[in-house]
């Protein structure tokens, strides 16, 4: 089982896994029901949607590494609100981040709160954000917003946790590459994975 609070706990093996990249995954969780998306939004949008429809899960768990230069590299920072960081259609009278004509909010809630884990706002893209300056988003990926909506429309509960690997900074790049393989170490030990009992 997954105890998320004191609430919601899941089957491990009714839970979907999603990665972008499998370093992420690494060895940690090579006995779970894993998704590798690939990186960015349609990648991830795509690859879910499918997977939904074969494996039908009870929990989508999104795992990956984010920046930030709020919170601190190696944090591990539950996300409950997304924000579609490169929607911009003020040009026809649309708010920033508003999708158009979509009905949802510039800022889309949905997602399990875990106990014991600092929350955060992801602002998700397809770009490599290095000169994170507004305060609207404080957690940088480029695949949660489109993971979270898609659970949301399909009604099912939805979990997202980001490992922070860099500062969304000039040194952005360079500190994600050396940090990425902590992340699956770290997920492996927050949800107390015990690799040898499937439950």
């Known amino acids: 089982m997954i105890r998320i609070n004191s609430k919601d706990s899941f089957y491990i093996a009714n839970t979907l ?3 972008a990249l499998k370093s992420e995954a690494a060895e940690v969780f090579e006995d779970c ?3 590798i998306t690939g990186i960015g939004k349609v990648n991830a949008a795509y690859e879910l949607t499918k997977a939904i429809q074969i494996k039908k899960p009870s929990l989508i768990v999104n795992l990956g590494s984010a920046g930030s230069n709020y919170f601190q590299k190696g944090d591990v920072i539950c996300c409950t609100k997304f ?4 929607m911009d259609v003020r040009g ?7 999708t158009p004509l979509s009905g949802l909010p510039s800022i889309l809630e949905y997602g399990l709160v875990m ?3 600092e929350q955060g706002i992801c602002g998700t893209g397809d770009s490599f954000e290095m000169g994170h300056r507004t305060t609207v988003y404080n ?3 480029m695949e949660g917003y489109a993971l979270a909506m898609i659970a949301m429309k399909e009604n ?12 969304a900074d000039d040194n952005a790049a360079e500190d994600w590459a050396v940090q990425v393989h902590k ?11 015990d690799l040898g009992v499937r439950s």
């Open 17 to 19: 896994f999603s990665f």
């Open 33 to 35: 029901n894993t998704l």
């Open 83 to 86: 924000v579609q960081r490169d």
């Open 92 to 98: 026809l009278g649309f708010e920033l981040y508003e």
């Open 115 to 117: 106990e014991g884990l």
């Open 139 to 141: 957690v940088v990926d």
């Open 156 to 167: 099912i509960p939805f979990l997202c946790l980001k490992y922070i690997s860099d500062g």
């Open 183 to 193: 992340a699956a170490l770290a997920y492996g030990n927050i949800l107390k994975l």
